[in-house]
């Protein structure tokens, strides 16, 4: 019979990496953060099993780390740099071009907005599943994903007028 934590927790992982990794663009350190996460989420085993939101708490958890790195680095700027998405399948220049674009103007939107834009446009996750992810309400989640696309489609437009 499977743990508690090998059931619920272990099978977010591939979620929680990339979102964290979102956050800060460091492989082994959003790997370790992750590692962190769990071991406290092992330990705190029996609390976390009757947790009402437990994508949530996972998430606060990982924000928390995230955020104790960077007050322990002075590191307050946690989206340096972007890398290429890695794709499955063989996509042709301009659609690899248009999402690294995408990709960089997306660094500079809200933090807010970035997770949300992550979430719905990378994960495919539903408006109601990033709500309970993060804590939010589906209508926050439906404006800050509109303003986004908004902003990145402004964005977009204005890059292709200057040539």
């Known amino acids: 019979m ?14 929680l990496y990339r979102l964290v990794y ?5 492989r082994a ?25 437990l994508s949530g708490w996972l998430v606060k958890s990982l924000k928390n ?3 104790m790195h960077f007050r322990a680095s002075k590191r307050l700027d946690g989206l340096d740099g972007i890398e290429e998405i890695q794709t499955a399948e063989p996509v042709n220049e301009e659609v690899k071009e248009s999402v690294r ?7 500079d939107l809200p933090l807010k907005q970035q ?24 209508e926050q989640v439906k404006v800050n994903l509109h303003r986004a696309r908004t902003k ?5 437009i204005a ?4 040539g």
Not at 22 to 26: G, S, T, V
Not at 31 to 41: A, H, L, T, Y
């Open 101 to 107: 674009k995408v990709m960089l103007l997306l660094k």
């Open 159 to 162: 890059l292709k007028e200057r």
């Open 65 to 67: 780390e995230v955020l």
């Open 115 to 138: 997770e949300i834009f992550q979430l719905r446009e990378v994960e495919g996750m539903t408006y109601e599943e990033i709500a309970e992810y993060l804590e939010v309400s589906i």
């Open 29 to 53: 350190l959003a790997e370790d953060m992750i590692q962190n996460v769990f071991e406290k989420s092992f330990q705190k085993e029996e609390e976390l099993a009757n947790h009402p939101n």
């Open 22 to 26: 979102l956050w800060i663009r460091d």
């Open 2 to 15: 499977k743990s508690f934590f090998e059931t619920h927790i272990w099978p977010k992982r591939s979620k």
């Open 152 to 156: 990145i489609r402004e964005k977009m």
